[in-house]
């Protein structure tokens, strides 16, 4: 009994344990990743498109995450990796036609905001609603931002 208990310890994972292999694995696979949908962007389908894409498949990968069901990681991975990528190239492509370096700030400050209070809103939310009911509402969020691009996209 003993030997099992230990066994237990041993193979827990603690919260911020798994977050940061999460985060390792997403930045192990941006290397990759962000030059292919760089790439795609510039050859093939535009930045606009591919960004409607990344936010259609967040929002089905936030819906599966609700649901009890094994899923590869990094599938969110190659996700946040291609909205990252896409975002930062809306945001230079804006400033470049604005003619201004005050956009590319407030895009860089408001990105460290979403990073250091995103956290805390997903915790909070976590413990008032519940993790399923959390990842349904980013789902939610990502069906919302397919939604309002889909038109940016189209043009």
Not at 71 to 84: E, N, R, S
Request: charged share 5%; aromatic share 12%.
């Amino acid at each position: 009994m003993v030997g099992l208990r230990f066994c237990a310890v041993v193979f827990s994972l603690g919260t911020a344990t798994l977050a940061g292999i999460l985060q390792a694995l997403r930045w192990g696979c941006e290397p990759w990743l962000a030059p292919l949908t760089g790439k795609l962007a510039d050859a093939r389908y535009g930045w606009q498109l591919l960004f409607l894409y990344a936010f259609g498949c967040g929002a089905v990968i936030f819906a599966l995450l609700a649901l009890p069901l094994p899923l590869p990681l990094w599938f969110a991975c190659a996700t946040a990796t291609a909205l990252t990528t896409l975002a930062d190239t809306g945001a230079a492509n804006a400033s470049a036609e604005a003619g201004g370096h005050s956009l590319l700030m407030a895009y860089a400050l408001l990105t460290d905001m979403g990073a250091a209070f995103g956290p805390l809103l997903a915790y909070s939310l976590n413990a008032l609603l519940g993790i399923n009911t959390v990842y349904a509402l980013c789902a939610g969020l990502f069906v919302a931002l397919f939604v309002l691009w889909k038109p940016f996209a189209e043009s």
